[in-house]
């Protein structure tokens, strides 16, 4: 029997594809991600009210430790994974299909609504000026390797997005921003001072989606809307972006 990697966009119920759902509905059992990335409670009730039992929440143990008891289930069911966003733009997943590929299992994948598109989207920035995507964990472990790849990227004139953590109640944009404020004070690269612009975004694709862009000291005093939060560093801007960042984000 096939596995099935299912998309579940942005989190939210509406952008839960047509698609997603009729693969979901012929499903024997769905394990739902519940740590690589945000989903909305109004999301989780819904799935959990119309596919009942079959719903099984997998943590990171299940879906990357114990992936040969995965892949022994596939013999007998139909397994759907129900993964927030794309399927593999969660890396981690890759290893699912690989492994059932060594077992002759099909593995079938349902794209969906993926963040790395969206916030090109949301910010109003061209899509194909960005450059290498780069995380920030709320320990802060990585920080100054996110602040090096930032660099990087203006160095080319390219933007870069900064994913913040979403585990454990998630990373708020002001508390990375000071994250990267001291590592500026240690590398002085000029990236994050107080006057820097940067863009910020919050709960994308939901009713309480946030957008802004400013400078640093003004992103610190901001009320966000509780996480995921994410951050853009733009690099060179096209005339039609620095107008979009003005008009439509307040720039």
Known sequence: MPIHLIGLGLGTIEYLTLGALETAERMDELLLDTYT???????????REKFGERLVKADRSMLEERIDELIEKAGEKEIGILVPGDPLIATTHISIILEARRRKIPVYLVYG?????????????????????????????????????VAENLEKGLHSLILLDTADGGLRIP???????????????????????????????????????????EALRLHYPPPPHLIIVP?????????ALKEILGA
């Open 175 to 217: 508390d990375a921003l000071k994250m990267l404020m001291r590592v500026e004070d240690k590398l002085g690269y000029g990236i994050f001072d107080r006057d820097s612009m940067v863009i910020c975004l919050a709960r994308i694709g939901s009713s309480e989606e946030f957008r802004w862009a400013g400078r640093i000291m």
């Open 37 to 47: 990335s945000w989903i909305h409670p109004d999301l989780m009730k819904y799935l």
């Open 235 to 243: 690099g060179e801007l096209h005339f039609a972006e620095a107008e």
């Open 113 to 149: 609504v993926s963040i790395i598109s969206a916030s090109a989207s949301a910010s109003g920035l061209q899509a194909y000026k960005f450059g290498r995507i780069t995380t920030i964990p709320r320990d802060g472990v990585g920080v100054e390797t996110c602040y090096r790849v």
